[in-house]
């Protein structure tokens, strides 16, 4: 069956980086649009960058372009965040998403991602 399953969150001092994972199984990541969101205590989740699956063109939130960057291993099956400049703002548990959806990037709106990840929790902290 279809799994996503996140790591590499942890305590990052602002300014610094951390690279999450996500290892897929169940499917292949090319074949598939795919995202990373995160949710704040508090908060809405939001979706912070995708790779979309009928053109591979990738899409960032405002707020994190620049400063993240998606990416995949196909050959691992493992899609990956990579943080760099973290901010204060950046501290939420991240998830993985996946669609089978050709046109949707798993960003903006969430109402074609047909899996998720179970999260891993990103802190920030001096």
């Known amino acids: 069956q279809v799994q996503l399953v996140e790591s590499g969150g942890g305590l990052v001092q602002p300014g610094g980086s951390l690279r999450l994972s996500c290892a897929a199984s169940g499917f292949t990541l090319d074949g598939a649009g795919v995202g990373w969101y995160r949710q704040a205590p508090g908060k809405e989740r939001e979706g912070v960058a995708c790779?979309?699956?009928?053109?591979?063109?990738?899409d960032y939130l405002n707020s994190v372009k620049g400063r993240f960057t998606i990416s995949r291993d196909v050959t691992k099956n493992v899609l990956y965040l990579q943080m760099t400049n973290v901010k204060p703002e950046d501290p939420a548990v991240y998830y993985c998403?996946?669609?089978?959806?050709?046109?949707?990037?798993?960003?903006?709106?969430?109402?074609?991602?047909?899996?998720w990840g179970k999260g891993t929790l990103v802190t920030v902290s001096s």
């Open positions: 790779i979309k699956r009928s053109d591979s063109l990738t």
């Open positions: 998403a996946a669609t089978s959806n050709s046109n949707f990037c798993p960003r903006v709106g969430d109402q074609w991602v047909e899996y």
